[in-house]
């Protein structure tokens, strides 16, 4: 390996530039103020001062250009050698060390290095005379010396040193761990781990979940449905509208969430004297205020978040002011809402703590519990890769401690590793069970509980509805790291690759046998990351309650000592080089190899899934204040379902489901978003459009138009009597149908074009616009124009909103319209 990378050392090529994160732009490209320069397919004009290959040169390189720029942003500040190599592009590649193009840039052994002179009077030994299992170059493999001089050993400089020969074999081992360091293959042809992935292709669609599409169109999916982009659909499929008990289809397998918080609410303002003769006026709190008090949430976030202060949406003089949201609820009754919206049973034993069954997070469990049950219930297979992790929220208070959270709380979620699929969850706190011999270690003793929810999940025959073809691998941080964890893993067959902390290295392995000190990033700690990573591996026979299993410990040197123990899950481990997309314009376009092995590629390919959940949940932006703790865990439980509701539409959406429901360019997360909070905003359940809404019967709101003595719209009778009277006696009417007729404002006759024209251009003018809204006189609903002729207010085909499009003015005029 060291005759390697000398010999790559050599090539100038191979030598690592210190411009690598510079970008030289072509002084055309600088001093162009023209925007249309830098389009995706520019053409040359006749006025073009430059060439026609010039120009060629430059368009193509425009875009890169732009990428590379954003790249020295993000990576300002960051020590060199200490970016995120580990982000993986489309045009990124990894390939063996052997494969590497010439073109490629990686650290090197210098090529006026010179191997030092041996210190015979202090015991050191001759470097051809050293222990060397890796053919490791002097440049890296150093000799150290103690306080008083002495010779003690090579090193390398995150401190390993290799593992002496075993008497009477060949096999380098301690305490039952063998050590490799060279490239390692399971040689056990009788265990193969992760079946069906591999280097190049860690995700195969073998391994992947998938949704129960039956399932989906029992529930009410249609083609229609995708069309026309029904967010509210997917999003009451993981927070049920109604009592799925009541939905109309057999078998719904949903929990309710809406309809028992609903209880829940009305059950705590009963008993808070809310509504009593001595409080303000409360009105009866209904399944459709408590989705219009969350759609209001989600259009805050829409706009961006207002970062607590979401009274400005109902305040006219500002900006801010949304007026869907002054026209869904008013924030006199939202605030009510706010006051009494509860999550739990108040009469729940789980909420005394002197109760054996106490659960610290009662207050806000069934939030998560809904998600992590219809989530679960509405697929057919789950993704054998799973990824867990904590996950924050704050108080909504002030401070601004490490991610900007100094009081909250969190929970450890485990989901799909390429999906938003949260299938266990588990609260943080320090009431667990701990059996004996777990140890007193917070992080292994999760995972140990997470571990137990998933094995109630892996289908042990055909038919049993669980949703696990077979024990799934779970990827995961250094903070659950540990020999208890691994092995209580190993036991019960399931897969693992977790990064291990430095002080939780394999017990009764001394820590110098591995990479363990940290290091100056300098030239020689570099070149050192191109070694073969030292694999340890150790197995474990099959007894009476416990499965064989295999552990597998990477121990290599990056940005500083990287150790990774797996179980179950490493086939093989060798060195990689991970290729990064070309970057740089013309002559400075380069590539960058980063070093990369099995172990590291296998956890960084899995270890986001958690993240990318938060980086979501984040873009949500639901906040408003309260002093009530539990709000901001709630708060947080929606924007999971919203994120979880965007995934099943993803899914969907790609046609792996059923080919009719493919979307050619389905919805983006903001655009899904913004659909949600119209439609939650509107939610009215006499519109019967999703599974349980005709249950709500009498107590939904009434589908007839409210008609009040100002506003009032005429009937149909009168409109007849009108139109009549309109026809020059063709018709014998009623002397009190005449008299209903002459009150009417409606005009009594059918305008002409260029009458018609007249009224609608009054639309136009500055004085048709009314700011606070009122009833159109055609449709009962909030309307923000007037005819400044007839003076009464009407749609005129506005461009947003719920009514979006409505034609009231036009039918208004006409006397021959009907409903």
């Known amino acids: ?185 399971n040689k056990d042809s009788t265990t193969s781990f992760r079946s069906g992935a591999s280097t190049k292709n860690m995700f195969p669609e073998s391994r992947k979940g998938s949704l129960n599409s039956t399932t989906l169109k029992k529930l009410g999916l249609t083609k229609e449905r995708m069309e026309k982009a029904d967010a509210l659909f997917f999003y009451q499929l993981i927070y049920p509208i109604c009592d799925p008990k009541r939905s109309g289809i057999e078998g719904d397998p949903r929990k309710a969430y809406y309809f028992d918080v609903g209880g829940f609410t009305s059950k705590y303002a009963v008993l808070h004297g809310y509504g009593s003769p001595y409080a303000p006026p409360f009105e009866p709190m ?56 509860k999550l739990n049973d108040i009469y729940d034993n789980s909420g005394r703590r002197d109760s054996p069954t106490y659960n610290p997070a009662h207050k806000f469990d069934l939030a998560y519990r809904v998600i992590v049950e219809n989530c679960n219930s509405l697929t057919l297979h789950a993704e054998l890769d799973q990824c867990a992790d904590e996950m924050t929220w704050k108080l909504m208070g002030y401070g601004d401690g490490k991610n900007g959270v100094t009081k909250g709380g969190q929970l450890v979620l485990t989901t799909d590793a390429s999906r938003c699929r949260p299938r266990a969850y588990l609260h943080r706190h320090n009431l667990h069970h701990r059996p004996q011999g777990c140890g007193d270690k917070r992080g292994p003793n999760e995972v140990r509980l997470l571990v137990d929810k998933l094995s109630c999940m892996i289908s042990k025959e055909n038919g049993d509805a669980r949703i696990f073809r077979e024990a799934p691998h779970i990827t995961l941080d250094d903070f659950f790291s540990g020999d208890e964890i691994m092995d209580h893993i190993g036991r019960l067959g399931f897969a693992a690759t977790i990064a291990c902390r430095p002080d939780r290295l394999p017990l009764g392995v001394p820590k110098f046998y591995f990479h363990h000190e940290k290091v100056l990033v300098d030239d020689r700690s570099k070149a050192t990351r191109l070694i073969q990573p030292i694999t340890a591996v150790k197995s474990f026979p099959k007894d009476d309650n416990n499965k064989a299993y295999q552990r597998t410990h990477v121990s290599f040197q990056s940005a500083g000592p990287t150790n990774i123990s797996t179980v179950n899950a490493l086939n093989t481990n060798q060195l990689l080089i991970h290729v990064k997309e070309e970057r740089g314009v013309g002559k400075k376009k380069r590539k960058r190899g980063v070093e990369m092995n099995n172990g590291r590629l296998q956890y960084l390919s899995h270890c986001r899934g958690v993240h990318n959940i938060d980086r979501m949940i984040s873009d949500c932006c639901l906040q408003y204040r309260s002093r009530k703790y539990w709000h901001s865990p709630m708060l947080q439980a929606l924007a999971l379902a919203i994120v979880t509701a965007y995934d099943l539409y993803l899914e969907s959406a790609s046609g792996s489901l059923d080919p009719v429901w493919q979307l050619q360019k389905p919805m983006s997360f903001h655009q899904f978003r913004d659909r949600l909070s119209s439609q939650m905003l509107s939610y009215k359940p006499k519109y019967n459009r999703y599974p349980g809404d005709e249950a709500f019967g009498s107590h939904s709101p009434p589908i007839q138009k409210v008609r009040t003595k100002t506003d009032a719209e005429p009937s149909k009778r009168s409109r007849k009597i009108e139109a009549a009277a309109n026809g020059c006696g063709k018709r014998c009417i009623m002397i009190d149908g005449l008299e209903a007729t002459k009150k009417t404002k409606r005009p009594r006759v059918v305008y002409h074009h260029a009458d018609l024209s007249k009224h609608l251009k009054s639309f136009l003018e500055k004085k048709a616009t009314i700011s606070s809204g009122a009833k159109c006189v055609w449709c009962n609903e909030k309307a923000y124009t007037r005819c400044t002729i007839c003076g009464v207010p009407l749609h005129n085909f506005p461009a947003k909103g719920v009514h979006k499009g409505k034609s009231c003015s036009v039918d208004w005029h006409n006397a021959n319209a009907s409903e």
């Open 1 to 185: 390996m060291a005759d390697s990378i000398s010999s790559m050392s050599g090539e100038p090529s191979h030598q690592r530039t210190n411009d690598d994160v510079s970008v030289d732009l072509p002084q055309e490209l600088v001093d162009s103020d023209n925007e249309d320069f830098l389009c995706d397919d520019p053409d040359p004009d006749d006025n073009s001062i430059v060439g026609k290959d010039d120009f060629d040169l430059l368009a193509s390189g425009a875009e890169q250009a732009k990428r590379d720029r954003m790249w020295q942003f993000c990576t300002v500040g960051t020590p060199e050698g200490e970016e995120e190599d580990h982000c993986i592009n489309k045009g990124d590649t990894v390939v063996q060390i052997k494969d590497l193009e010439p073109d490629v840039n990686i650290p090197g052994i210098p090529p006026n290095h010179q191997p030092m002179q041996t210190e015979v009077d202090a015991g050191e030994v001759p470097f051809d005379k050293v222990d060397n299992p890796g053919n490791w170059s002097d440049y890296f493999y150093c000799r150290q010396f103690d306080d008083n001089s002495q010779y003690t050993g090579h090193f390398l400089p995150a401190g390993a040193k290799p593992v002496p020969l075993s008497d009477g074999n060949k096999k380098r081992t301690c305490n039952g761990w063998e050590f490799h360091y060279s490239p390692w293959e």
């Open 286 to 341: 209904y399944v459709w205020d408590l989705v219009v008090f969350h759609g209001i949430l989600v259009r805050d976030g829409v706009h961006g978040g207002s970062k607590g202060a979401i009274y400005r949406r109902w305040d006219p003089t500002t900006s801010c002011y949304d007026p869907e949201i002054a026209q869904a609820m008013s924030l006199y009754r939202w605030r009510q809402i706010k006051k009494v919206f």
